[in-house]
């Protein structure tokens, strides 16, 4: 069954550096997304991605975070400073249409010391 | 801002009788709305969805009812099997309808099911 995997599983970084979380979306989805969740809080959206650029994206989403999908397959999250509030699990996931369910990846934990 | 609600942190029923999971939402403007199952380490799995056109869909022992009046959804399963327990997510969004901004999803906090043998 097709799924949305996601490297590293674990990433840990120092505060100020920058990190890249790498995502490879189903094939045929067209839509992408990334979601975190603070560890005890609630899943939240960060950012929504179609045709090439970025359909949507939330207050948590700022100048410090960027999105991009460099190839045909991946779909990569960077966090250009990160601060130890970024820790956080990161989903990355992807849809056939923007109606439809998304799929998630397994989610990457993301670490800063 | 709690849109979507899940006011059960947590639930535990025997094996073989009905899990229902309760929802409650806010913003009028949702008119699709999605359970997942997340065991951990392990990313939210789609269980079930539905529009807001229809007030049950069905799915093998998964059913969701939408009631829009009292803006609530509930998820049913029956019967129970040790292997569902997980922690539930409800989710929403809105513009399916109208094809307008559908994109972002909107979680509960999740409600931990234990289903005991």
């Known amino acids: 069954e097709p799924e949305v995997t996601q490297t590293p599983s674990h990433q840990v970084t120092q505060m100020g550096q920058e990190v890249i979380l790498r995502c490879v979306p189903i094939?045929?989805?067209?839509?992408f997304y990334w979601y975190r969740q603070i560890l005890g809080q609630k899943v939240e959206f960060l950012v929504s991605f179609y045709n090439n650029e970025i359909s949507e994206k939330s207050e948590i989403f700022d100048d410090q975070f960027s999105v991009e999908r460099p190839d045909g397959s991946n779909f990569t999250l960077k966090i250009r400073s990160t601060k130890l509030e970024d820790s956080a699990m990161y989903f990355c996931?992807?849809?056939?249409?923007?109606?439809?369910?998304?799929?998630f990846g397994q989610g990457t934990r993301l670490t800063v010391v | 801002d709690q849109q979507v609600k899940q006011n059960s942190p947590s639930l535990s029923v025997q094996e073989g009788r009905i899990s229902i999971l309760n929802c409650d939402y806010t913003?009028?403007?949702?008119?699709?709305f999605l359970w997942y199952k997340k065991y951990p380490a392990e990313g939210p799995t789609f269980l079930i969805s539905?529009?807001?056109i229809k007030d049950k869909n069905e799915d093998g022992r998964f059913t969701v009812f939408l009631n829009k009046s009292a803006k609530h959804l509930s998820l049913h399963i029956v019967p129970s099997q040790p292997g569902d327990s997980a922690v539930y997510f409800c989710a929403a969004s809105a513009g399916w309808g109208s094809g307008g901004s559908n994109y972002k999803l909107t979680f509960g906090k999740g409600t931990l099911l234990t289903v005991n043998p």
């Open positions: 539905i529009s807001s």
């Open positions: 913003n009028s403007m949702f008119d699709y």
């Open positions: 996931a992807s849809s056939v249409r923007e109606n439809t369910e998304a799929f």
């Open positions: 094939s045929n989805h067209l839509y």
